[in-house]
């Protein structure tokens, strides 16, 4: 374990953060962030460490500021139209962080129901966009609540493409199938092992090992020196405070 990672950031700050993380050196492509913190996040990835990457509005706009969440963007720079959107999604120009409501060793996804798909006990998004997604752009998870219900070890559906599945359906799924890591409000995983399965790559400082053990449905690798999340920089602090979440959105996500 590295050191104690003692900061005035809140644990939605470092979440943020390793979402961010998620698009270093990603380059001039779209970053298609799903929900609060993931969006939070890649805004703060643009006007730092990632300043090539594309947002929008949320709808079909590219914007060229980078305004607070909830804002409208004073600077278009293009129309994303949804074919448009569609031919980026296929020629990997984008990369991705969705959500999952299940999600298994291997990285398999799901957002669609939860019990025996022919009659499910929960019906939730359906399948969406996320088998094009996994197959054919850099994808990432967001989960807000880490718990044995969300971390299981059969998904009921499998939605987002994992690493057994891809290769299991060869070369056409897999050759540019790329699962980037897994942040939850507890630590940040990836799927660096050699049999791609889940590693805990860090933890969240105030989190420990048992905890994660605890609130997951299945065996992790866990490095024996394991570092703790990296700390938000004071720029970053002051983006995050001042610039793209004045109104403290992520802590309603993630609770202090």
């Given at each position: 374990?590295?050191?104690?990672?003692?900061?005035?950031?809140?644990?939605?700050?470092?979440?943020?953060?390793?979402?961010?993380?998620?698009?270093?050196?990603?380059?001039?492509?779209?970053?298609s962030p799903m929900?609060?913190?993931?969006?939070?996040?890649?805004?703060?990835?643009?006007?730092?460490?990632?300043?090539?990457?594309?947002?929008?509005?949320?709808?079909?706009?590219?914007?060229?500021?980078?305004?607070?969440?909830?804002?409208?963007?004073?600077?278009?720079?293009?129309?994303?139209?949804?074919?448009?959107?569609?031919?980026?999604?296929?020629?990997?120009?984008?990369?991705?962080?969705?959500?999952?409501?299940?999600?298994?060793?291997?990285?398999?996804?799901?957002?669609?129901?939860?019990?025996?798909?022919?009659?499910?006990?929960?019906?939730?998004?359906?399948?969406?966009?996320?088998?094009?997604?996994?197959?054919?752009?850099?994808?990432?998870?967001?989960?807000?609540?880490?718990?044995?219900?969300?971390?299981?070890?059969?998904?009921?559906?499998?939605?987002?493409?994992?690493?057994?599945?891809?290769?299991?359906?060869?070369?056409?799924?897999?050759?540019?199938?790329?699962?980037?890591?897994?942040?939850?409000?507890?630590?940040?995983?990836?799927?660096?092992?050699?049999?791609?399965?889940?590693?805990?790559?860090?933890?969240?400082?105030?989190?420990?090992?048992?905890?994660?053990?605890?609130?997951?449905?299945?065996?992790?690798?866990?490095?024996?020196?394991?570092?703790?999340?990296?700390?938000?920089?004071?720029?970053?602090?002051?983006?995050?405070?001042?610039?793209?979440?004045?109104?403290?959105?992520?802590?309603?996500?993630?609770?202090a």
């Open positions: 374990m590295s050191a104690t990672g003692t900061t005035t950031a809140a644990r939605a700050d470092h979440c943020v953060v390793a979402c961010a993380e998620s698009w270093r050196n990603a380059g001039e492509v779209l970053a929900g609060t913190i993931p969006t939070i996040a890649s805004r703060l990835a643009k006007l730092t460490f990632s300043p090539d990457l594309l947002l929008t509005d949320g709808e079909a706009l590219l914007t060229g500021d980078v305004p607070a969440v909830g804002a409208t963007a004073g600077v278009v720079e293009g129309w994303l139209p949804y074919r448009q959107h569609l031919a980026l999604v296929a020629t990997g120009r984008r990369q991705v962080m969705m959500g999952a409501s299940q999600i298994d060793r291997y990285g398999n996804q799901n957002i669609s129901c939860i019990g025996d798909w022919s009659r499910p006990r929960r019906q939730l998004l359906g399948v969406r966009g996320a088998p094009g997604n996994t197959l054919n752009n850099p994808t990432s998870y967001w989960v807000p609540r880490h718990s044995a219900r969300v971390f299981v070890e059969r998904v009921d559906m499998v939605c987002g493409v994992g690493h057994d599945r891809a290769a299991a359906a060869g070369p056409s799924a897999s050759r540019h199938h790329r699962l980037v890591d897994v942040v939850t409000d507890l630590g940040v995983f990836d799927f660096e092992t050699p049999g791609r399965t889940m590693r805990l790559r860090s933890l969240h400082p105030g989190v420990t090992v048992e905890q994660v053990v605890d609130a997951t449905g299945f065996t992790l690798t866990i490095p024996t020196d394991l570092p703790y999340t990296r700390d938000p920089t004071a720029e970053e602090l002051r983006l995050l405070r001042g610039v793209i979440d004045p109104e403290g959105l992520r802590i309603r996500e993630v609770p």
